[in-house]
C-alpha cells in the first residue's frame, strides 16, 4: 500500500508560481504518478502524469507549457512546478500513484493511492 502526502500549497496572484511536492512512503515500487485537480462543483481535472522509470511525462493541454511535473526517485518525492498561474488554476490538488500499471492516463479514477490534497487558490 502507499501512502501519499502533498505540500506546497497556498495562495498566489496570477502570473505567480508555486511549486507542489508529494512524498510517497510504503509499498514504493510504484510506476506511474499523477497529479489532479479539483475546483468546487467541478470534476476532477488530469493535470500530469510521469512514469518512475522512463520518466516518461503527459500533460493536460490547459497547463502545457505552464507546469512541469518532475520525479527524484531518491527521494520518493513528486513534484509539480507552476508557472503562470491562472484563476482557473484554482483548486484541491492531490497526487495519486499506481504500482500495477505503466499506462500512463490522466484520469484519476484509474489510480488506486491518492494523497490527502493541497489547496492551491489563485487571486486576479
Known amino acids: 500500500q502507499v501512502q501519499l502526502m502533498e505540500s506546497g500549497g497556498g495562495s498566489v496572484q496570477a502570473g505567480g508560481s508555486l511549486r507542489l511536492s508529494c512524498t510517497a512512503s510504503?509499498?514504493?515500487?510504484?510506476?506511474?504518478m499523477l497529479w489532479f485537480r479539483q475546483a468546487p462543483g467541478k470534476q476532477r481535472e488530469g493535470v500530469a502524469t510521469?512514469?518512475?522509470?522512463?520518466?516518461?511525462?503527459d500533460y493536460w493541454d490547459a497547463v502545457k507549457g505552464r507546469f512541469t511535473i518532475s520525479l527524484d526517485n531518491a527521494k520518493k518525492t513528486l513534484y509539480l512546478q507552476m508557472n503562470n498561474l491562472k484563476p482557473e488554476d484554482t483548486g484541491m490538488y492531490y497526487c495519486?500513484?499506481?504500482?500495477?500499471?505503466?499506462?500512463?492516463?490522466?484520469?484519476?479514477?484509474?489510480?488506486?493511492?491518492w494523497g490527502q490534497g493541497t489547496q492551491v487558490t489563485v487571486t486576479s
Open positions: 510521469i512514469s518512475t522509470s522512463a520518466l516518461t511525462t
Open positions: 495519486a500513484a499506481d504500482v500495477r500499471s505503466w499506462l500512463l492516463t490522466l484520469v484519476p479514477a484509474s489510480y488506486p493511492s
Open positions: 510504503g509499498d514504493t515500487q510504484i510506476r506511474r
